[in-house]
């Protein structure tokens, strides 16, 4: 089996068809700067006079485009995260048109208006499903010592197994290595430096890898002031994986969902390493050579939304093209057991020093009252 680490920039799939032909406002109609900003990067370039503001340069809208655009603004620009899960505050839609009650400050209101009025909704405050912030019951008996060892053992006899070929060929990033031409700087870290990532502990060392080069520079938070090195590595035999990237086919609801709960799981912030260290420790308990893991970064990556919904169903579970819109969204990493280099599962075929020589952020804007 061959990895495939997905484009970097994923399909929207809350993004709506535009219609170009009808062009009601313009990116120089709104007062707010984040969202005339957002407005300019969504909006087409038309040196047609804005129906609204009269403006020839800024960016034309439609209504689909305006409808996205108080999407990303307010919806995804409210989303909080919990220590599991994540919902916006605000959401919007055609029943609540004429009937918005959010606060927004002083200098967005016009603006909203204007979005009311061209698009024909309204702006509310989202009440979500509860599942949505972590209300998931194998992902709470995960978080209970008592409870957690008999969903580990779920895990491990519900999430597929995957054989990785011999000759597959990965990535393993170092910053400041003491001896950067020494292949075996390469291999997991000593047990005495175990224990700081999401899946090593103190009593067994993993060595984290890629197929993405530029994932690996984000998981390890390189920046232009390190000396980073970049070992490209062949597995030398096939290897057996617990492959945790996978869509589980479920029955019940998302409050049942052990595939929710393992996606929330990686997802969450260094709080939950502790479940996901006990989770390998069982996967290497259990004969596997490793696991095949969703990346932290996934969605920054991929260009993704936490927790998407349509009318509060999760499009992870209820997407016509489920599959295909979970892979669109995940980044997969390896994670191997023990110490390959030393046991000799894989070798390093080069190690090459690599320059950072760009950086550069995407993001957009937000309301900061509501």
Not at 77 to 93: D, F, K, L, S
Not at 295 to 314: N, Q
Not at 333 to 354: C, D, H, T, Y
Request: contains cysteine.
């Amino acid at each position: 089996m061959q990895l495939q680490v997905l484009g970097k920039r994923g399909i929207n799939m809350t993004e709506l068809q535009t219609d170009n032909s009808n062009m009601l406002l313009c990116s120089n109609c709104f007062e707010d700067e984040g969202l005339r900003i957002d407005a300019d990067k969504i909006g087409h370039e038309s040196l047609d006079e804005c129906p609204n503001c009269k403006s020839k340069i800024g960016k034309k809208l439609s209504k689909d485009l305006i409808r996205g655009l108080a999407w990303r603004f307010f919806v995804s620009g409210t989303t909080i995260r919990c220590n599991y899960g994540a919902a916006p505050v605000i959401q919007t839609n055609e029943h609540h048109y004429g009937k918005s009650n959010i606060c927004p400050s002083p200098w967005l209101e016009n603006d909203i208006k204007l979005i009311e009025d061209t698009a024909r909704i309204g702006f509310f405050h989202y009440g979500p499903r509860l599942w949505m912030v972590g209300e998931v019951e194998p992902l709470k008996d995960l978080q209970s010592e008592s409870k957690r060892e008999a969903i580990i053992q779920r895990v491990i006899q519900e999430y597929p197994e995957r054989s990785i070929p011999r000759g597959t060929k990965f990535y393993r990033l170092r910053v400041n290595p003491k001896r950067p031409a020494e292949p075996m700087e390469y291999d997991s870290p000593p047990v005495e430096f175990s224990g700081n990532g999401r899946l090593d502990s103190s009593d067994l060392s993993v060595m984290y890898g890629s197929q993405d080069i530029d994932v690996c520079i984000h998981e390890c938070r390189a920046s232009i002031n390190d000396d980073i090195y970049v070992a490209t590595l062949k597995t030398s035999q096939d290897l057996r994986f617990l492959d945790l990237t996978h869509v589980l086919e479920e029955d019940g609801t998302e409050f049942e969902s052990l595939d929710m709960a393992i996606h929330m799981l990686f997802l969450a912030k260094s709080h939950s390493y502790e479940i996901s260290r006990a989770i390998v420790k069982a996967a290497e308990k259990a004969g596997f050579d490793g696991v095949i893991y969703p990346s932290f970064f996934s969605l920054v990556i991929t260009g993704g939304h936490p927790f998407e919904t349509s009318y509060g169903l999760s499009l992870r579970r209820y997407h016509p093209e489920r599959e295909r819109y979970s892979d669109t969204y995940t980044i997969k990493n390896l994670a191997l057991f023990g110490f390959p280099l030393r046991s000799e599962l894989v070798k390093v075929a080069s190690i090459n020093r690599l320059v950072i020589t760009h950086v550069g952020y995407q993001g957009h804007f937000g309301p900061v009252e509501y």
